[in-house]
């Protein structure tokens, strides 16, 4: 039997990612939107593009949460999206009222499924959802790091002229302004980044990284990030789907892993069938624990509003 992958929200990023998941025929997907007409009108385009293409995915657009039912994946993509000048915690009200009540529709559905947070402020959504829907932490994570790693590695093939498949990195921490970017575990063809940048350039490109979205916001005006948010959610549905056990930098529910407990952050966690097989624990310097925590405290304020 073929897998089926809910995504609600057919925006830019929900709809690209349907898009992918056809384009490689993981799964059917349902894509779920409050706005009348628009998922199921962006469900028949993508299905017309299947016989040029050659894809025989069956995507179905929908504002019922019914068609949802027995969803082997949720990836959450409803929200309103930054304008420039709005930082990610600007959306919180807005949007933790939607993810509440999406995490719950859709958890209800399937209850069996894993589910993947994408709206922004990301982390504190995973936990929104993780309260709305009921699932065990195994089974809910949030998207970011995969796209922040991937902003690092574009910056560092650009910098030093390399193929971004020779290009390694790791951002821990939450998806926001406080993200910990870590050159020790960065690297190109198996050789650290330390050992072939200067620091300077280093720090460049790690800001540049943290303001990554907040770059294409200012050029886009009218919205946010999408093919690359998109392409990063692909990678964690597909471990997921294939059973990969892929490491990838997640928002996991901390249980006491890096001393934290009771709360979402970016950490490398092994992705398969299961979902969240393990959180890996890495060893961080002092000043890499300090930004890590830090980072830990910003997403304990947003969480404070719905605890
Ligand atoms: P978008 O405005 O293009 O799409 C959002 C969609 O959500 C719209 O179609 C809207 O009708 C729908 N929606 C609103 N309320 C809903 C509800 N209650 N139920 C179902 N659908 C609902 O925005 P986008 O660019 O696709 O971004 C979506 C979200 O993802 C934003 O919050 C954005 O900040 C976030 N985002 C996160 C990352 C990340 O790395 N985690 C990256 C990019 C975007």
Same mark, same amino acid.
């Given at each position: 039997?073929?897998?089926?992958?809910?995504?609600?929200?057919?925006?830019?990023?929900?709809?690209?990612?349907?898009?992918?998941?056809?384009?490689?025929?993981?799964?059917?997907?349902?894509?779920?939107?409050?706005?009348?007409?628009?998922?199921?009108?962006?469900?028949?385009?993508?299905?017309?593009?299947?016989?040029?293409?050659?894809?025989?995915?069956?995507?179905? /657009?929908?504002? =019922?949460? @019914?068609?949802? %039912?027995?969803?082997?994946? &949720? $990836?959450? +993509?409803?929200?309103?999206?930054?304008?420039? /000048?709005?930082? =990610?915690? @600007?959306?919180? %009200?807005?949007?933790?009222? &939607? $993810?509440? +009540?999406?995490?719950?529709?859709?958890?209800?559905?399937?209850?069996?499924?894993?589910?993947?947070?994408?709206?922004?402020?990301?982390?504190?959504?995973?936990?929104?959802?993780?309260?709305?829907?009921?699932?065990?932490?195994?089974?809910?994570?949030?998207?970011?790091?995969?796209?922040?790693?991937?902003?690092?590695?574009?910056?560092?093939?650009?910098?030093?002229?390399?193929?971004?498949?020779?290009?390694?990195?790791?951002?821990?921490?939450?998806?926001?302004?406080?993200?910990?970017?870590?050159?020790?575990?960065?690297?190109?063809?198996?050789?650290?980044?330390?050992?072939?940048?200067?620091?300077?350039?280093?720090?460049?490109?790690?800001?540049?990284?943290?303001?990554?979205?907040?770059?294409?916001?200012?050029?886009?005006?009218?919205?946010?990030?999408?093919?690359?948010?998109?392409?990063?959610?692909?990678?964690?549905?597909?471990?997921?789907?294939?059973?990969?056990?892929?490491?990838?930098?997640?928002?996991?529910?901390?249980?006491?892993?890096?001393?934290?407990?009771?709360?979402?952050?970016?950490?490398?966690?092994?992705?398969?069938?299961?979902?969240?097989?393990?959180?890996?624990?890495?060893?961080?310097?002092?000043?890499?624990?300090?930004?890590?925590?830090?980072?830990?405290?910003?997403?304990?304020?947003?969480?404070?509003?719905?605890?």
């Amino acid at each position: 039997m073929r897998k089926k992958v809910t995504v609600v929200g057919a925006g830019n990023v929900g709809a690209t990612l349907v898009q992918r998941i056809a384009e490689t025929e993981l799964a059917d997907v349902v894509m779920v939107d409050v706005m009348e007409g628009v998922p199921q009108g962006k469900g028949l385009d993508l299905m017309q593009s299947g016989p040029v293409l050659g894809y025989d995915s069956k995507i179905t /657009g929908t504002n =019922r949460y @019914d068609e949802t %039912a027995g969803s082997d994946i &949720i $990836v959450i +993509t409803a929200g309103l999206a930054r304008k420039p /000048g709005m930082s =990610r915690d @600007d959306l919180l %009200a807005a949007n933790g009222d &939607i $993810v509440h +009540t999406v995490a719950k529709e859709t958890g209800r559905h399937s209850p069996g499924a894993f589910m993947i947070v994408v709206t922004n402020p990301m982390d504190v959504m995973a936990y929104v959802a993780m309260k709305a829907c009921g699932f065990p932490k195994e089974r809910v994570v949030g998207m970011g790091g995969v796209l922040d790693s991937a902003r690092f590695r574009t910056f560092i093939a650009m910098e030093l002229g390399v193929s971004i498949e020779n290009t390694h990195a790791f951002v821990l921490g939450g998806h926001g302004d406080t993200m910990v970017p870590l050159p020790r575990y960065s690297s190109v063809a198996g050789i650290p980044i330390t050992e072939l940048m200067s620091a300077d350039t280093i720090n460049k490109l790690i800001e540049r990284t943290r303001n990554g979205g907040a770059e294409i916001v200012a050029l886009l005006k009218t919205g946010s990030a999408y093919y690359a948010p998109a392409a990063a959610a692909l990678e964690m549905v597909e471990a997921v789907l294939l059973d990969k056990k892929k490491i990838l930098p997640c928002s996991a529910y901390l249980d006491g892993e890096y001393g934290v407990k009771g709360m979402f952050s970016g950490v490398p966690v092994k992705l398969g069938a299961k979902g969240v097989e393990q959180v890996v624990e890495i060893k961080l310097n002092p000043d890499e624990k300090a930004a890590f925590m830090r980072s830990v405290d910003a997403v304990r304020q947003g969480c404070a509003k719905f605890m």
